[in-house]
C-alpha cells in the first residue's frame, strides 16, 4: 500500500513563508515509478482545488493564484515533493494534500499502478 505523509503546516502572519513536504512510501514492495506529483488544498466547505504540479521531468504547472508565489519541486531520490509557499494570503488558508500516480512491484513481483488517495493533510493557516 502506497502512503503519503505530508508535514511543513503551521501558522503564519501574512506575507510570511512556508515550505511543504511530502513523503511517498509503501507498507511492502518497491516503488518502480513516480509520475506527475500534486499539491491540492481543501479550505471548509469547498471542493480540492489544484495548486500545483510536477511531472517527472521536473515540468511545472501553477494554479493562477499562486503563481509567483509558490515553488513546486521535488526529490525523485528520496520520493519527495515540496511546496515553497512565499507571500502567504489569508485566502491560501486551507488543508493541503500531495497526490501522485504510481507504480509498485509488490512482493511476489507483480507492477501495479495506481493514483495514491488522500493523504491527513497539513494545515496552513495565514492569520494575523
Known amino acids: 500500500q502506497v502512503r503519503l505523509v505530508e508535514s511543513g503546516g503551521g501558522l503564519v502572519q501574512p506575507g510570511g513563508s512556508l515550505r511543504l513536504s511530502c513523503l511517498v512510501s509503501?507498507?511492502?514492495?518497491?516503488?518502480?515509478?513516480?509520475?506527475?506529483m500534486d499539491w491540492f488544498r481543501q479550505s471548509p466547505g469547498k471542493e480540492h482545488e489544484l495548486v500545483a504540479s510536477i511531472t517527472s521531468s521536473g515540468s511545472t504547472n501553477y494554479a493562477e493564484s499562486v503563481k509567483g508565489r509558490f515553488t513546486i519541486s521535488r526529490d525523485n531520490a528520496k520520493n519527495t515533493v515540496y511546496l515553497q509557499m512565499d507571500n502567504l494570503k489569508p485566502d491560501d488558508t486551507a488543508v493541503y494534500y500531495c497526490?501522485?500516480?504510481?507504480?509498485?512491484?509488490?512482493?511476489?513481483?507483480?507492477?501495479?499502478?495506481?493514483?495514491?488517495?488522500w493523504g491527513q493533510g497539513t494545515q496552513v493557516t495565514v492569520s494575523s
Open positions: 497526490r501522485t500516480d504510481y507504480i509498485v512491484q509488490s512482493m511476489s513481483g507483480t507492477l501495479v499502478a495506481g493514483r495514491t488517495s
Open positions: 509503501v507498507t511492502s514492495g518497491t516503488i518502480q515509478r513516480i509520475d506527475t
